[in-house]
């Protein structure tokens, strides 16, 4: 019974602690700038001016869309909080640090997934695609998950200004997008091209993308699925872990 109570209070923390992100911070400046109108910017820097098929860069459009608004919650949240001198408060409360991080994860995956699905019906209004419904599903909600969780680990540092987590964000998010395929499609990737696209975990979301909307793919659906597990599962240990040490340190 006690087992059972401890597990409504842990599923009750992570909603609460969603429901705050979501009113809190969806509208914040920064969240808007390099969760939307940064990506969008630099896909149309990219496709502008060239005789490129929009129909085969969508799917990775899309990919990079979840990566960045999924990712662009999460660094903000720990460090503004750490600054305001809410997070003692809301550490004060029955609440475990795995709370606050899947807490700020779920809300991270929330916003990109509502605004995708925005982008996704635009694009599916102009471009004609054979859509694997449930299987895109299962893919946006966990690359949404995984890219969030990157976004709670680039918060994890203990830092005195939040402008120092963007800018170790921007330092590793970035390179994440040009090495995966989203701007050279996957099926041209071979040797040191394809070894570091493996290494991206975007990568695996624009094969399930491409799958689902173009019917071609260049892993199985299992390693996508089980790569983006993987990096969701190192994302959030890691980020528990420097949490932890945070604390024992004194945040």
């Not at 923390?13 to 109108?37: A, C, E, H, M």
Request: charged fraction near 10%.
């Amino acid at each position: 019974m006690s087992h059972e109570w401890l597990n409504r209070q842990f599923f009750r923390g992570v909603s609460v602690i969603t429901r705050k992100d979501i009113r809190i911070y969806y509208t914040k400046p920064p969240v808007i700038i390099f969760g939307l109108l940064f990506p969008l910017f630099m896909f149309l820097a990219f496709y502008l001016g060239k005789r490129l098929d929009f129909g085969l860069f969508f799917p990775g459009l899309l990919a990079m869309f979840i990566f960045f608004i999924a990712s662009s919650v999460g660094p903000l949240i720990t460090p503004w909080e750490k600054q305001a001198g809410t997070y003692e408060r809301l550490l004060s409360f029955p609440v475990t640090i795995n709370t606050i991080i899947l807490g700020d994860t779920v809300a991270g995956m929330v916003f990109s997934i509502m605004i995708n699905l925005v982008v996704l019906a635009a694009g599916l209004i102009f471009l004609r695609y054979d859509v694997k419904v449930i299987l895109l599903a299962a893919a946006v909600i966990t690359g949404a998950f995984c890219f969030s969780s990157l976004g709670v680990l680039l918060a994890s540092p203990s830092v005195p200004n939040p402008s120092y987590i963007m800018m170790i964000s921007s330092l590793i998010r970035f390179p994440l997008v040009f090495i995966s395929g989203i701007f050279i499609p996957l099926e041209t990737l071979k040797g040191v091209g394809l070894a570091l696209a493996c290494c991206s975990p975007i990568t695996y979301l624009v094969d399930l993308m491409n799958l689902c909307l173009r019917g071609r793919q260049r892993f199985s659906i299992w390693a996508d699925f089980a790569a983006l597990l993987f990096f969701t599962a190192l994302f959030i240990a890691s980020a528990s872990g420097i949490h932890r040490k945070n604390l024992m340190r004194g945040l």
